[in-house]
Nanobody
Framework: QLQLVESGGGLVQPGGSLRLSCVDS????????IGWFRQAPGKEREGVSC????????AYADSVKGRFTSSRDNAKNTVYLQMNSLKPEDTAVYYC????????????????????WGQGTQVTVSS
């Protein structure tokens, strides 16, 4: 069973950048699409991005397009979320999740299609 672990969160000023990582130390992520999600206090979990198993296909929420980029290094069994031009409204707990899906699906950013989840990492954007 996959055990995903996120890292890289923290406190950053508006306009700053962070890079999150998602890794599984036990199982090969090569076959899985990886989604990034976030959840702010009092809000529903929101899909941020999806990257296909090969890394050749991605999808992003409108709220992060042009600012966030997902990539993966299958040799390191690691998926990244590069977040630039961060805004206070990006503040949330960020989760990665794995699923046997295509990022071209209309549901690619829906939490329900993912089978395995990490514990999350806090991102706070504040001056």
């Amino acid at each position: 069973q996959l055990q995903l672990v996120e890292s890289g969160g923290g406190l950053v000023q508006p306009g700053g950048s962070l890079r999150l990582s998602c890794v599984d130390s036990g199982f090969n992520l090569d076959y899985y699409a990886i989604g990034w999600f976030r959840q702010a206090p009092g809000k529903e979990r929101e899909g941020v991005s999806c990257i296909s198993s090969s890394g050749g296909s991605t999808a992003y929420a409108d709220s992060v397009k042009g600012r966030f980029t997902s990539s993966r290094d299958n040799a390191k069994n690691t998926v990244y979320l590069q977040m630039n031009s961060l805004k206070p409204e990006d503040t949330a707990v960020y989760y990665c999740a794995a699923g046997l899906i295509s990022c071209t699906y209309l549901s690619a950013l829906a939490p329900i299609v993912y089978d395995y989840w990490g514990q999350g990492t806090q991102v706070t954007v504040s001056s």
